[in-house]
């Protein structure tokens, strides 16, 4: 059955580091640019990191500039954001998702057609 998988999250303390995987099983994502967005409870899904089909491009949410970076690996078939100098601000459900229509960095999240399950990132103050 083909989806995303994301891992990586979990409970760290704010100044700390996380890293988080999207892996996809049952098909290739190398043709497909690919993102990560965050809800934390009470508010809208976010924007956080978004890269194009090869890895090449990237765009990341104005919160995250400068402390997270998304990177893309085809021959591994997945996309991982590293997360640094984290905050309590950066507590949320992280998803990654995929866009089936365009090879190019997308950054609005009706862009995107598919979606993992999300992992839960706490950051503690």
């Known amino acids: 059955q083909a989806q995303l998988i994301e891992s990586g999250g979990g409970v760290v303390q704010a100044g700390g580091s996380l890293r988080l995987s999207c892996a996809a099983s049952?098909?290739?994502?190398?043709?497909?640019?690919m993102g990560w967005f965050r809800q934390a409870p009470g508010k809208e899904r976010e924007f956080v990191a978004a890269?194009?089909?090869?890895?090449?491009?990237?765009a990341y949410g104005d919160s995250v500039k400068g402390r997270f970076t998304i990177s893309k690996d085809n021959a591994k078939n997945l996309v991982a954001l590293q997360m640094s100098s984290l905050i309590a601000e950066d507590t949320a459900v992280y998803y990654c998702?995929?866009?089936?229509?365009?090879?190019?960095?997308?950054?609005?999240?009706?862009?995107?057609?598919?979606w993992g399950q999300g992992t839960q990132v706490t950051v503690s103050a």
């Open positions: 890269v194009n089909w090869d890895g090449e491009n990237t």
């Open positions: 049952g098909f290739t994502i190398s043709a497909y640019p």
């Open positions: 998702a995929l866009s089936w229509r365009s090879s190019n960095t997308q950054i609005k999240s009706s862009d995107y057609d598919w």
